[in-house]
């Protein structure tokens, strides 16, 4: 087995997640805590592929702005793809929320009030311990409607593992959709929701275009803004929208998407948006965008380098 690798800070981890363009091969990270770095990494049986992961890993280290060294090493052969399980435990989240993994559903011991959300992502984005996923998840909680009051539609938007269209579920959210570029986020999300028993409208979609493939996706992405805003965009509000507008919109994704694609966010949330996946240093950027589609600040949090914000339409 061969392993590409290169470290990068922590701030990188989760964009370079959202733009790698991997084909066939899987990228995962392992933080050193020591070093206070991240390794990302690639593993694939054959050297012949070195070169296409290379090129593939360097594309998104591009997107993102870092200049890392890439190394190429033997390991020995092991089940890779399921080594992100020493990293994910049981997390209490907000003020009812519990997130277990499926290895771990034996042992946990909810409390009658806890919301159990039972989750693997496989290579999905989205456990729970990311500050971004920590703070929608929050949010979402504090958002959900009160028993017995009218309910509350909700779309999220990169849905990864699915963690918060689930937990929306959950919390007497309805109906709840949510959409992600990658057609293995929407598998694991659709899995998910089927351990979960809710039900959840998933599909594999990209902003500013109707037909979606990671290869355009990261294409648009490499522009940010504002020549991203220029694209052409045929699902935007109105009739051509993929999705109904929904009382509350999740979008964890990136602040430089966030700031493109903002008018056509804006156009899913009837009422509340969570803008999420926002290095603070951006967040001004991105609530200025926001602010000129008729959209105030209600709340802001921000966990590490990241920032989040609850946004509300002016009456």
């Given at each position: ?30 933080h ?31 997107i ?9 090493v033997d ?15 049981t ?13 771990e ?33 929050e949010?979402?909680?504090?958002l ?9 539609s909700?779309l ?6 699915g ?19 990658d ?26 275009k ?47 998407l ?10 899913y ?11 603070t ?17 209600l ?13 509300t339409?002016?009456?």
């Amino acid at each position: 087995m061969k392993k590409l690798f290169c470290s990068v800070d922590e701030q990188f981890v989760s964009p370079l997640f959202e733009v790698f363009d991997g084909g066939d091969f899987i990228l995962s990270s392992y933080h050193d805590i020591e070093e206070r770095q991240t390794q990302i990494q690639l593993f694939f049986p054959d050297e012949g592929q070195s070169e296409d992961a290379g090129r593939r890993l360097r594309d998104a280290l591009s997107i993102v702005g870092v200049d890392a060294e890439l190394k190429l090493v033997d390991v020995p052969d092991e089940d890779w793809k399921l080594s992100y399980r020493r990293h994910f435990k049981t997390e209490r989240i907000g003020r009812r929320l519990l997130v277990v993994p499926t290895w771990e559903l034996s042992d946990a011991k909810p409390s009658p009030s806890d919301v159990v959300v039972t989750l693997d992502p496989g290579m999905a984005f989205g456990t729970g311990k990311h500050e971004t996923t920590r703070a929608c998840l929050e949010y979402v909680d504090e958002l959900a409607p009160e028993p017995g009051a009218a309910p509350r539609s909700f779309l999220d938007m990169g849905c990864g593992s699915g963690i918060l269209s689930i937990a929306a579920a959950k919390l007497g959210y309805s109906p709840v959709a949510g959409f992600d570029i990658d057609a293995d986020a929407v598998a694991a999300s659709r899995e998910n929701a089927e351990i979960n028993g809710v039900r959840v409208d998933y599909r594999e979609f990209a902003l500013g275009k109707g037909a979606v493939t990671l290869d355009e996706s990261i294409e648009a992405a490499k522009g940010l803004y504002p020549d991203l805003a220029l694209q052409g965009r045929d699902c935007k509000s109105g009739p051509g929208q993929v999705f109904a507008p929904s009382d509350v919109v999740v979008a964890n994704i990136l602040g430089p998407l966030l700031i493109a694609f903002a008018e056509e966010i804006a156009g899913y949330a009837k009422d509340k948006l969570v803008v999420s996946g926002i290095l603070t240093e951006l967040y001004p950027e991105v609530a200025q965008a926001f602010e000129k589609l008729g959209f105030r600040e209600l709340t802001r949090r921000t966990y590490g380098e990241w920032t989040s914000a609850l946004l509300t339409r002016r009456a």
